[in-house]
């Protein structure tokens, strides 16, 4: 089991910044994949921003450019800071984190945990 627990988020203007915070504890696996996912309300779930064990990064094309997600993995952290906020990026975040392992050197994922959610809302 791993346990997620979330900070950060709030209300902040257009063009403002937030930064959220992720820490995983529990039976972390040295091959895994973090990253952030957010659910504004009537739509689907979709990722925002991920990052390997290894530091491969992944973004949506929607905040590229404005967000950078970062980790720490001696702290077992992912952190999202978030720059230039635009009333669409208004939802739930959510934090994840994908247990994974080598098959023949080739990390794959066998099993995802999620945060609680944490709201970040952009007034306009």
């Not at 794959?108 to 007034?123: A, E, K, N, P, R």
Request: proline content about 2%.
């Amino acid at each position: 089991q791993v346990q997620l627990v979330e900070s950060g988020g709030g209300l902040v203007q257009a063009g403002g910044s937030l930064r959220l915070s992720c820490a995983a504890s529990g039976s972390i696996t040295s091959i895994n994949n973090m990253g952030w996912y957010r659910q504004a309300p009537g739509k689907q779930r979709e990722l925002v921003a991920a990052i390997t064990s290894a530091y491969s990064t992944n973004y949506a094309d929607s905040v590229k450019g404005r967000f950078t997600i970062s980790r720490d993995n001696a702290k077992n952290t992912v952190s999202l800071q978030m720059n230039s906020l635009k009333p669409e990026d208004t939802a739930v975040y959510y934090c994840k984190y994908q247990a994974g392992r080598l098959h023949y050197g080739v990390p794959i994922y066998y099993y995802d945990y999620w945060g609680q959610g944490t709201q970040v809302t952009v007034s306009s």
